[in-house]
């Protein structure tokens, strides 16, 4: 079973930096992938990043590229999402989640665990 918990969020001004982590208590199989996705209030969550755990490809979606990158330590079993250059638009709450293969990354209903979520607000 992963259990996923993600870091507190923050508040940061626009244009500053945020560093979030995930860790999952139990094992991560190397076909597994890691997601980030983000939700605005009323609306369904939307795709942020990913990465393969044992391939190490990295996935963003078009609004975070060049800004945000994933990235992963296997011996933490712990996912990072480093986000720079943040706008009020990224304000939103983050959720890390897991899938038992490395497929579709991008499509929230693929993920089979998922973390509760962690709120970041970038001010203007």
């Known amino acids: 079973q992963v259990h996923l918990v993600e870091s507190e969020g923050g508040l940061v001004q626009a244009g500053g930096s945020l560093r979030l982590s995930c860790r999952s208590s139990?094992?991560?199989?190397?076909?597994?992938?890691m997601g980030w996705f983000r939700q605005y209030p009323g609306k369904n969550r939307d795709f942020v990043a990913a990465?393969?755990?044992?391939?190490?490809?990295?996935y963003y979606a078009d609004t975070v590229k060049g800004r945000f990158t994933i990235s992963k330590d296997n011996a933490k079993n712990t996912v990072y999402l480093d986000m720079n250059s943040l706008k009020p638009e990224d304000t939103a709450v983050y959720y890390c989640a897991a899938e038992t293969e490395e497929d579709l990354v991008a499509s929230v209903t693929v993920y089979d665990y998922w973390g509760r979520g962690t709120q970041v607000t970038v001010s203007s």
């Open positions: 139990g094992r991560i199989f190397t076909s597994y992938a």
């Open positions: 990465i393969g755990w044992s391939s190490g490809n990295t």
